[in-house]
T-cell receptor, first 115, second 115 residues
Framework: DTEVTQTPKHLVMGMTNKKSLKCEQH?????MYWYKQKAKKPPELMFVYSYEKLSINESVPSRFSPECPNSSLLNLHLHALQPEDSALYLC??????????????FGAGTRLSVL | AQKITQTQPGMFVQEKEAVTLDCTYD???????LFWYKQPSSGEMIFLIYQGSYDEQNATEGRYSLNFQKARKSANLVISASQLGDSAMYFCAMREINYGQNFVFGPGTRLSVLP
């Protein structure tokens, strides 16, 4: 089973709202990722967690706050977003970060609209 | 410099025909992995096939095969017997083992399968 589950599927929020995106995997993977994807563009890496510790932050604005409560769960907390943050947010997981054949398995994403 | 190039923004193929999606890459790392993902309009990134830089045989997964030409730094995806459900965006990605380890995605190719 290569399933990564993301909730919600769609989210509309105002610029003053606080919301969270959730990602869950039960494949025993120890690396989890957040990507942002704008329309007609490839995904852009935001954060990487390895063994529940933040290992990479690709200079993401502080209005995005990741959290990894346990090895199966990854959250992305959103606060005071801008309209340009509207995008598809994809979560992925992989067995470990350092493997050569490090296949990342993606969820279906959350389509976020910031009004 | 762009590390992954996909020169075909859009491609059309007749149902049941074979199609080749181009991917060229640039790296000075001797150890790397190449991946192809499919993204339907629903948004989920679906892993298709993997090729390691030291793999001597071209990778195959069902109707998907990877035409790996290491000296030319190309990793083209071949889809045989196209189906209507193959209509999607296709992304080529690379992971350099010694330089950063993160996925770098190409700009993608939109494939449309015609009935």
């Amino acid at each position: 089973d290569t399933e990564v589950t993301q909730t919600p599927k769609h989210l509309v929020m105002g610029m003053t709202n606080k919301k969270s995106l959730k990602c869950e995997q039960h494949m025993g993977h120890r690396a989890m990722y957040w990507y942002k994807q704008k329309a007609k563009k490839p995904p852009e890496l935001m954060f990487v967690y390895s063994y529940e510790k933040l290992s990479i932050n690709e200079s993401v604005p502080s209005r995005f706050s990741p959290e990894c409560p346990n090895s199966s769960l990854l959250n992305l907390h959103l606060h005071a977003l801008q309209p340009e943050d509207s995008a598809l947010y994809l979560c992925a997981s992989s067995p470990k970060q350092g493997l050569a054949k490090n296949i990342q398995y993606f969820g279906a994403g959350t389509r976020l609209s910031v009004l | 410099a762009q590390k992954i190039t996909q020169t075909q923004p859009g491609m059309f193929v007749q149902e049941k025909e074979a199609v080749t999606l181009d991917c060229t890459y640039d790296t000075s790392d001797q150890s790397y992995g190449l991946f192809w993902y499919k993204q339907p309009s629903s948004g989920e990134m679906i892993f298709l096939i993997y090729q390691g830089s030291y793999d001597e045989q071209n990778a195959t997964e069902g109707r998907y095969s990877l035409n790996f030409q290491k000296a030319r730094k190309s990793a083209n995806l071949v889809i045989s017997a196209s189906q209507l459900g193959d209509s999607a965006m296709y992304f080529c990605a690379m992971r350099e083992i010694n330089y950063g380890q993160n996925f770098v995605f190409g700009p993608g190719t939109r494939l449309s399968v015609l009935p």
